[in-house]
Structure formats: C-alpha cells, structure tokens
C-alpha cells in the first residue's frame, strides 16, 4: 500500500444533514482517532486508532487527545475589502452603505493598498479557521485580481467575484454595463476553476443594478453557466420596499430570476425577509441563502427564520459577512445562528451549528462531493483545534462530558487562538 499521514487525535465530522436526518446518524466522533491522508492529498481512511492502522512507511503525527481534528470552516458570504472597517459604529444597512463601505472601497483602485488588505484578509480568514469562503470584492478589476492571487498563493479555497455595480452609489464607484461585463469576463476566464478557485458573477444588490447590468451578470452566465453568482437579497425591509420602488413589476427574487441568475450555483446573502412566493422560486431554481447572523444583529436588520427557510426546501450555510460581521470567526457565527434562533424559541444543538459551518456550508456552495467533511475520498481540508488553547477554553473543555459538550465549549468561548493548524489538500496552508 502506498504510505500515508496518519493524524492522530480526537476526531470529529459531520456526515450527513442533523436537520433532515436523526442527529446521532449525522456525525462520526472518535476520542482517539486519526484520519489518514495520502499523497495526493485526499483522505485515506478516518476511524478509531489502533496498533493496527499504521502500516510499514507510514507517517505517524501524535498531536494528542488536547487536539480536535474537524473540517475547516466555510464562509458563505463576506466582502474582502471591508475588513478594514470591521466594527464601524452605527447606522442601519443603507445609512451604512454610503457611511462607511463606499469611502472604504474607493481606495481599492490603488493595488497597493489592495494588495495590503488581501494579504490581512487570508491571513484573518485562515487564522479563524476559515478555508473556503465566497468574497466579494469591489468593481476593479485589478483588485480582485489581486485578491484571487492571494488565494493562490496561501493555497486557499476560494470563490471571488469583481462587484458589478451602475447605479444609486458615489460616482466614483459607479461603472457602465458594459465595462463590468467585459471585466468580470476577463476575470472570470482567468481564474475559474484555475487550481482552487472559482469565480462568482457579483451584481452588488438589484438596488444598485440597472436593467442593463443585470442583463449583462444573465448574459455572462448563460455564457459560463457552472459560474457562481454571489449577491444580496431581502436584508433589511427598507431595502426590501426600495427594491419594490424600483422593480415594481415584480419581488426581489424574481428580479433576479428574470435575467438568468437563479440556479443552484446562486447564493444570495441573507434572505430575513423572503416571502412565500420567493422561496417558492428560490427552491425551484435550487438557490441557496447565506445567513449572517452577526451583521443582522450589528445593523439591525432582524432574525433570520432558519426553519422557515430550511422547510421551504432552500440550502443554507453560515456567514461573517465582513465588515457588517463584527468578526470573521465561524465560532461566532455559529454562537450567534445559536442566539438568534433561541430568541424565535428554536435551540439548534452544537451538531446542527457544526453542520452549517461545515459540511452545510460546502453544501450550499456546491463542494459538498469534494469537502466540507472528513470522509474517505474527500479533499483533506482540516482543522486542528486545541482544546486547551486558552485556560478558560482548557477550563470549560476540561469538563466536557461528551463530543457534544466540548463543541458547545468551541462555539461560544473560543476563538482564533483555538486554531493550532490549517489544512487544504493535504498541505499546511500559514497565517
């Protein structure tokens, strides 16, 4: 047999959906385990450690029973450029908009401050644990350029997308129609499915879409249909009336659907205020939702109805939603998923948490077949999380009775600082 890396430690993945099937069948959990990845990469074999697993030239690494080996965390929905304002006080989702994120953005037509901003943003993302995610960028072309180099480089799993955007922002960040189409398709032609990345069609929202625009983001996908498209819908009901105002012939999603940029490659960030007759479409295209619980809470914007979503038949995964999200740790997506559910007296367990920042996640952004799960076959895309990485961390872990107890510990007390080590593909990715 050819050798293998055998990674020792507790283990821990889902393996199925916790909401669609009995929980005890979702997951596989080993108190000393190992997953075993082979040269390519990929997974060999996961199970319960014995003297019997490791084979003549086989690589043994001990990391201990203070080590938790888990899928790495997918982000669904976030905007690079915004790291920098992360946190910025006050003011709801349009307010916001024209306060803090088109200012910071403008300064995206320098490279060299692109390339300063991409080099902290993986750094943040891998750090947190985070090693795939779906970013926007803003609407030039050399930034995103940039920012798709950077994930190349860090040999990260990334989905990238150029920000296409005619109408009701500054000038400065205003572009014609058909400039951003021909951009994004340079782009797009460059870098998807280039190694790791893929590429998403990225009209910002359908109120700073033109008619126009949006026919060119449908043109370009009927062109490349296994493209992304990345994009917002039904965030904040201000935005939701506006969106009426200038559609009036029709709802939010339908917007979209009507220029060709609904189908199962589509992710649309936030959904809190869909109709029935919007999920209706959205299950039918096979649309997925990325919820952000964190920037919901920061701007206001209300308590995504998880269950009214999920029974509807849509896909959900969890996102940061940086600069909105106050952080991009998955931990904290999943503490407040958690709170936000809890207040619409609906308690996920930490397994339906884990799910959504895993397996869900790949899931929703269609690499479910690839990773998002440590199972035979699968890209080796993991975590090493310490149990003991701070002494509240080793404290509260220390007393965990079960697998269930000691990801509940993860979720709401840890943070960067519980990250050891990062995999994808096989290979230690650095931050």
Excluded at 95 to 123: C, I, M, Q, S
Excluded at 340 to 355: A, E
Excluded at 401 to 414: Q, R, V
Aim: include cysteine; hydrophobic fraction near 40%; charge should be negative.
């Amino acid at each position: 047999m050819t050798p293998v890396r055998l990674y020792r430690a507790r283990v821990f993945s889902p393996i199925a959906d916790p909401f669609a099937n009995d929980v005890a069948s979702s997951y596989v959990a080993y108190e000393d385990g190992y997953v075993a990845v082979d040269e390519a990469g990929r997974i060999a074999a996961v199970g319960e450690w014995s003297s019997e697993v490791a084979q003549e030239g086989d690589e043994i690494v001990d990391l201990g029973r203070g080590a938790l080996l888990t899928p790495g965390f997918f982000d669904t929905h976030l905007h690079a450029p915004q790291l920098e304002m992360i946190g910025s006080y006050g003011g709801h989702l349009l307010e916001w908009l024209n306060r803090y994120t088109f200012p910071t953005e403008a300064k995206f037509r320098d490279p060299g401050h692109a390339r300063k901003v991409a080099t902290a943003f993986f750094d943040e993302l891998i750090r947190h644990g985070t090693l795939c995610a779906l970013i926007f960028s803003t609407i030039h072309a050399e930034a995103t350029d940039i920012f798709f180099e950077e994930a190349e480089r860090r040999g990260f799993r990334g989905i990238i997308g150029k920000t296409m955007m005619d109408r009701n922002a500054p000038d400065f960040l205003l572009e014609n129609a058909a400039d951003s189409h021909a951009q994004s398709r340079e782009l797009l032609q460059k870098w998807h499915g280039r190694g790791l990345l893929r590429y998403a069609i990225t009209p910002r929202f359908a109120p700073t879409s033109t008619p126009e625009l949006l026919e060119r983001a449908g043109d370009l996908k009927r062109e490349f249909p296994d493209a992304y498209v990345h994009t917002h819908i039904s965030e904040n009901r201000n935005e939701v009336e506006w969106v009426h105002q200038l559609f009036p012939e029709a709802e939010y999603a339908d917007v979209y659907d009507r220029y060709g940029l609904l189908d199962e490659k589509s992710v649309l960030a936030h959904g809190v205020h869909l109709s029935d007759e919007e999920l209706d479409v959205l299950r039918a295209r096979g649309s997925r939702i990325a919820h952000c619980p964190n920037s919901n809470l920061f701007l206001g914007s209300g308590l995504f109805p998880l269950h009214r979503i999920l029974d509807a038949g849509v896909v959900v995964g969890l996102g940061s939603d940086i600069g909105a999200g106050t952080t991009p740790s998955l931990f904290t997506a999943m503490a407040d998923a958690y709170k936000v559910q809890q207040v619409q007296n609906v308690s996920l367990s930490p397994f339906h948490l884990w799910y959504l920042a895993t397996l869900g996640g790949a899931r929703a952004l269609s690499l479910e077949g690839e990773t998002g799960s440590l199972e035979v076959g699968k890209s080796a895309d993991f975590l090493v999380l310490d149990c003991g990485a701070t002494p509240l961390l080793a404290l509260r872990g220390g007393r965990a009775s079960s697998m269930e107890d000691l990801l509940a510990a993860f979720i709401f007390i840890g943070d960067d600082r519980a990250v050891r080590e990062a995999y994808v593909a096989g290979r230690r990715v650095s931050f």
